[in-house]
């Protein structure tokens, strides 16, 4: 997903053992959301497809079982993998948290702000700052293992596939760099500014650009896919693909239904009586995407042909993208509510409120939840 509010705020995995790791790690996001109920959360939206959809249910009541305070606001998601909790704040310190208690593991304290939320990638971190540079530090102990620099800010965050790493940046280019080493492989170079997250989808990668194009990147060779896609406007927003469907919403109050497969577009949904603002990802499973706008409202869209199925209207807007889980859908709002809707009809289930605002979006793994706010607080709720 990409948040908007650090603007604003900030004057802004011997390698074969590596490899078999990350290979391993990544074939668990391949399988697709729904296949199992995911342990970890290494990606803000969940696996390497940014569906921000998992068969997790739970539990109808959630507790606080733990917080941890960061210096800073907090405006990206949390990552979790095995015991780790990982997070930036927007002062650019990033922080590795304990699972179990949520007790600080380490700290790395860097120069800039953090836009994107960092990846997991095996034994990993991945992160991109805003000033454009990509850093790789150890899980385990936080220590730097390897730096890249782009020529524009980062405000999406990075993806792997088999043993590299693709990183987006608002020079209007999409990096590829080894992931043991950092060493760059390719280059692909759009018409505009990248805001969004990679997407994988087969053997390619999908951006959405302020080209207002959707971009198909092959994964070996960086080259373009085919023709690009139109999308009539800009976008921040990261493709969510699942099966052979891709979702795009854009700034502009639409939102496209792709089969990323046969390179057609499905669908488009707008909303002709109160035009809507795009600027978060979708979140889909099996039969609906939830688009989240900045209109205040939450909207189930068919996925296969793109008519609106029900509306939930929160009090103020969203600017964190939503995530299904199971029968449920999860909003953290800036007015600092996490709001807990039915995926069904959209009735409200469930709401915690705190004194903050939700800038980004929950992660959910195993039965645990968590969540960070503008106060730079982290919430592991169960």
Same mark, same amino acid.
């Given at each position: 997903?990409?948040?908007?509010g650090?603007? %604003?705020?900030?004057?802004? /995995?011997?390698?074969? %053992?590596?490899?078999?790791?990350?290979?391993?790690?990544?074939? /668990?996001?391949?399988?697709?959301?729904?296949?199992?109920?995911?342990?970890?959360?290494?990606?803000?939206r969940g696996?390497?497809?940014?569906?921000?959809?998992? %068969? &997790?249910?739970l539990?109808? #009541?959630?507790?606080?079982?733990?917080?941890?305070?960061?210096?800073?606001?907090i405006?990206?998601?949390?990552?979790?993998?095995?015991?780790?909790?990982?997070?930036?704040?927007?002062?650019?310190?990033?922080y590795a948290?304990?699972?179990?208690?949520g007790?600080?593991?380490?700290?790395?304290?860097?120069?800039?702000?953090?836009?994107?939320?960092?990846?997991?990638?095996?034994?990993?971190?991945? !992160?991109?700052? /805003?000033?454009?540079?990509?850093?790789?530090?150890?899980?385990?102990? =936080?220590?730097?293992?390897? *730096?890249?620099s782009?020529d =524009?800010?980062?405000?999406?965050?990075a993806? @792997?596939?088999?043993?590299?790493?693709?990183?987006?940046?608002?020079?209007?280019?999409?990096?590829?760099?080894?992931l043991?080493?950092?060493?760059?492989?390719?280059?692909?170079? !759009?018409?505009d500014q990248i805001?969004c997250?990679?997407?994988?989808?087969?053997?390619?990668?999908?951006? =959405?650009?302020?080209?207002?194009?959707?971009?198909?990147?092959?994964?070996?060779?960086?080259q373009?896919?085919?023709?690009?896609?139109?999308?009539? =406007?800009?976008?921040?927003?990261?493709?969510?693909v +699942?099966?052979?469907?891709?979702?795009?919403?854009?700034?502009?109050?639409?939102v496209?239904?792709?089969?990323?497969?046969?390179?057609?577009?499905?669908? +488009?949904?707008?909303?002709?009586?109160?035009?809507?603002?795009?600027? #978060? #990802?979708?979140?889909?499973?099996?039969? @609906?995407?939830?688009?989240?706008s900045?209109?205040?409202?939450i909207?189930?869209?068919?996925? *296969?042909?793109? *008519?609106?199925l029900?509306?939930? &209207?929160?009090?103020?807007?969203? $600017?964190?993208?939503?995530?299904?889980?199971?029968?449920?859908?999860?909003?953290?709002?800036? $007015?600092? +509510?996490l709001?807990?809707?039915? @995926?069904?009809?959209?009735?409200?289930?469930?709401?915690?409120?705190?004194?903050?605002?939700?800038?980004?979006?929950? %992660?959910?793994a195993g039965?645990?939840?968590?969540?960070?706010?503008?106060?730079?607080?982290?919430?592991?709720?169960?």
């Amino acid at each position: 997903m990409t948040d908007y509010g650090l603007t %604003a705020r900030v004057h802004q /995995i011997c390698r074969f %053992a590596i490899s078999l790791v990350t290979l391993v790690w990544v074939g /668990i996001g391949l399988a697709g959301p729904e296949s199992l109920v995911a342990q970890d959360w290494p990606f803000p939206r969940g696996d390497v497809q940014s569906s921000g959809s998992v %068969a &997790t249910e739970l539990p109808d #009541s959630l507790t606080v079982v733990w917080e941890f305070k960061a210096d800073e606001a907090i405006e990206v998601t949390p990552v979790v993998s095995g015991d780790r909790v990982v997070v930036g704040d927007v002062m650019g310190t990033l922080y590795a948290l304990s699972r179990s208690d949520g007790k600080q593991v380490w700290r790395h304290d860097f120069d800039t702000g953090f836009l994107a939320s960092p990846i997991i990638a095996g034994d990993k971190v991945i !992160a991109g700052d /805003i000033d454009g540079s990509v850093y790789a530090l150890a899980l385990d102990d =936080g220590k730097q293992l390897w *730096k890249q620099s782009t020529d =524009g800010e980062i405000s999406g965050s990075a993806t @792997v596939f088999g043993n590299q790493v693709l990183v987006a940046s608002q020079d209007g280019k999409l990096y590829c760099y080894d992931l043991e080493t950092g060493k760059p492989v390719w280059t692909y170079q !759009a018409d505009d500014q990248i805001r969004c997250s990679p997407t994988i989808a087969g053997e390619m990668t999908l951006l =959405g650009g302020c080209d207002a194009k959707l971009h198909g990147v092959d994964l070996k060779t960086g080259q373009a896919a085919g023709d690009q896609w139109p999308i009539d =406007g800009p976008t921040g927003s990261t493709p969510a693909v +699942r099966d052979a469907f891709a979702i795009v919403p854009i700034m502009d109050g639409v939102v496209f239904g792709f089969d990323w497969k046969q390179k057609k577009m499905l669908w +488009r949904y707008e909303d002709f009586d109160q035009g809507q603002e795009y600027r #978060s #990802s979708a979140a889909i499973n099996d039969k @609906v995407a939830i688009v989240s706008s900045q209109r205040k409202n939450i909207d189930a869209l068919d996925l *296969k042909t793109g *008519k609106r199925l029900w509306r939930y &209207t929160l009090r103020r807007r969203a $600017d964190a993208s939503p995530v299904i889980a199971g029968d449920d859908v999860w909003v953290p709002a800036s $007015d600092g +509510r996490l709001v807990r809707l039915s @995926v069904d009809d959209g009735s409200e289930k469930w709401v915690y409120e705190i004194r903050g605002s939700f800038v980004s979006g929950v %992660a959910i793994a195993g039965k645990q939840l968590f969540v960070a706010d503008d106060e730079g607080v982290v919430r592991c709720f169960q």
